[in-house]
């Protein structure tokens, strides 16, 4: 995130002369050492360490890995990580600041989501934290301007288990051209003892550009100054292609049915044709049909809650055209919207898509 040249008494009881350069040198050394003890203390006794306020999960635990358990895990996104956890770290400072420097996929990107995932001590904990974003224009790409926070908060049940939360951070409107962000979280870790940063410390691991700042983001120094063994933290993003914003959806009433009560649709197919419901459909399912209105183009299911605790939206087409669709909640809130390219005529595949984040119960 800068001599007085006392003698020996030899066997006569009188002074024996001693090179200067010898009595300087050991006066020298003498001196140090005093002076070394002196800030020692001083340094103890004010409460003051150099890097030396770092704590490993397997100071506890004895390092053995860890599965991440159910949450949000941002796997369609970007991260430095192998998705094994051999330690966690705390800091403890009243304001700790740990980022990992993440590059979008591709240009324009949008910052939409923040995932972090924690590893509990010796009993469940639970805090408020906040989830950081900082450009990478920092002397040498390091940390530089602050871009934003989100809160959000942790709680995990049981000791010695980790967790992945994640955050909805497209109100922050942090659009990319070029280069990358230092995406990570803000919490104290004087307060909150039991609770730990998942790190990947696998040698395979490529070395990611990670730092921490315990005064308020003014400076930074590498984690690995502290935690020597650091490949990478287990913090992830997700971008969204192009400026970030989604496409309305078209005017016209909202589509629904009863297999799949309190959700609403809405589909473009081929970029002008409106798709409608048919009603003959597969259980479970909203089929929609683009030009002939008895023959389904496109099947949409909405299945769980998964064991990640989310809803997720399947989408299965059997046409070549591009396919637009709208998702929302008859109740309100977001809209999901999903985006399946055209593909060639002769395509001996046509893809889908599921959405293994899309929906809270």
């Not at 730990?196 to 410390?201: G, P, S």
């Amino acid at each position: 995130m800068n001599p007085t040249v006392v003698g020996k008494n030899d066997r006569s009881g009188s002074l024996s002369p001693k090179p200067l350069a010898v009595l300087s040198q050991k006066s020298t050394r003498r001196a140090l050492t005093l002076l070394g003890l002196g800030v020692a203390i001083l340094l103890s006794s004010t409460g003051v360490q150099a890097q030396n306020d770092g704590f490993r999960f397997s100071d506890l635990r004895g390092g053995s890995p860890y599965l991440p358990q159910a949450g949000p895990t941002c796997s369609g996104g970007v991260a430095a990580d192998d998705g094994s956890i051999e330690e966690g770290y705390r800091v403890g400072a009243s304001d700790v600041r740990l980022v990992q420097r993440l590059v979008p996929p591709s240009y324009p990107s949008t910052l939409s989501r923040i995932c972090a995932c924690w590893l509990t001590g010796t009993d469940p904990s639970s805090m408020s934290f906040n989830f950081m974003v900082y450009d990478d224009n920092g002397p040498g790409g390091t940390p530089g301007s602050f871009l934003g926070s989100v809160p959000s908060s942790i709680n995990i049940g049981s000791s010695f288990t980790a967790a992945f939360v994640g955050q909805d951070c497209s109100s922050l409107g942090l659009q990319f051209t070029s280069g990358g962000a230092y995406v990570g979280v803000q919490w104290n870790g004087v307060a909150n003892e039991d609770l730990f940063v998942c790190a990947d410390e696998s040698p395979g691991t490529p070395l990611a550009q990670v730092f921490r700042s315990t005064n308020g983001g003014s400076t930074w120094q590498p984690i690995t100054d502290t935690f020597t063994t650091d490949r990478a933290l287990m913090f992830r993003a997700e971008f969204t292609p192009g400026g970030g914003t989604d496409p309305l959806p078209p005017d016209g009433p909202w589509l629904t049915t009863n297999a799949l009560p309190g959700f609403q649709f809405k589909s473009r197919i081929d970029n002008s044709r409106i798709a409608t419901k048919v009603t003959d459909c597969v259980p479970e399912t909203i089929c929609l049909a683009g030009a002939i209105p008895t023959r389904t183009e496109v099947f949409v299911r909405i299945i769980g809650p998964r064991p990640n605790g989310f809803l997720w939206p399947e989408v299965i087409r059997f046409t070549v055209s591009r396919v637009e669709l709208w998702v929302q909640k008859t109740s309100g809130g977001p809209i999901n919207y999903y985006n399946l390219s055209g593909v060639p005529q002769d395509s001996d595949v046509l893809n889908g898509l599921v959405d293994r984040e899309g929906f809270l119960p």
